[in-house]
């Protein structure tokens, strides 16, 4: 049984900084890629930021990519994104995924084009 958990969401003023985490279990994380998505108020999830799990090669949506990194915690297991400079439009919920084939799937799933199968519940972060 595969689970991811997400932590670190919150309200936080523009300009400020967050810090989310994700650890998943029942899912081998040395290969393929785990990231970051969001669904804001229009209802769309997009990608915000993978890593490939084996080379720590990473991927970001235009619009944070000065903004953000994404980074494997102490496991290959977990990932943390943190961003900086948050506008409003950043809020929304984000979700940690994984994906344990990777390859062209990483970039993929970041522009929406294959779903990824491993999602977490997500945690709420609030800009204001």
């Known amino acids: 049984h595969v689970q991811l958990v997400e932590s670190g969401g919150g309200s936080v003023q523009v300009g400020g900084s967050i810090r989310l985490s994700c650890t998943a279990s029942g899912f081998t994380a040395s290969r393929g890629c785990m990231g970051w998505f969001r669904q804001g108020s229009g209802g769309e999830r997009e990608g915000v930021a993978v890593?490939?799990?084996?080379?720590?090669?990473?991927m970001f949506k235009e619009t944070v990519r000065r903004r953000a990194t994404i980074s494997q915690g102490a496991t290959k297991n977990s990932v943390i994104l943190e961003m900086n400079r948050l506008r409003p439009e950043d809020t929304g919920i984000y979700f940690c995924a994984a994906d344990p084939v990777g390859g062209n799937r990483c970039m993929a799933g970041l522009h929406g084009e294959v779903e990824w199968p491993y999602w977490g519940q997500g945690t709420q972060v609030t800009v204001s």
């Open positions: 890593i490939v799990t084996n080379s720590g090669y990473t």
